[in-house]
């Protein structure tokens, strides 16, 4: 499986920015597919899941609220819309996919894409 991220970019706090990752390969292996996102100095952090058949969701709590995860199965996409960011929302976020049970902590994830930016200015 291959995961290919974009949408990333600068935007001002309060504004908003989608991010999409397409999944190419072998996708009928994906179970769930994740946000997760790393900061300067920081440690990776979950962001977002959602399970690919029944669509549940799941979210960290700091943007709860705030981002929406979505799917495409007919696109085999996953998209992370994200609305009044913050400038702490500022880090390289990663799309993952994998096919266990637990979705919130990096090791559920067999396959990651190569992080695309996202930085919001104050």
């Known amino acids: 499986v291959q995961l290919q991220a974009s949408g990333g970019g600068l935007v001002q706090a309060g504004g908003s920015l989608r991010l999409s990752c397409a999944a190419s390969?072998?996708?009928?292996?994906?179970?769930?597919m994740g946000w997760f996102r790393q900061a300067p100095g920081k440690e990776r952090e979950f962001v977002a899941a959602?399970?690919?058949?029944?669509?549940?969701?799941y979210y960290e709590d700091s943007v709860q609220g705030r981002f929406t995860i979505s799917r495409d199965n007919a696109k085999n996409t996953v998209y992370l819309q994200m609305k009044s960011l913050k400038s702490e929302d500022t880090a390289v976020y990663y799309c993952?996919?994998?096919?266990?049970?637990?979705?919130?902590?990096?090791?559920?994830?067999?396959?990651w894409g190569q992080g695309t930016q996202v930085t919001v200015s104050s």
């Open positions: 993952a996919a994998g096919r266990g049970w637990n979705v919130v902590t990096s090791k559920d994830y067999l396959y």
């Open positions: 390969g072998r996708t009928s292996s994906i179970g769930n």
């Open positions: 959602i399970r690919w058949s029944g669509g549940s969701t």
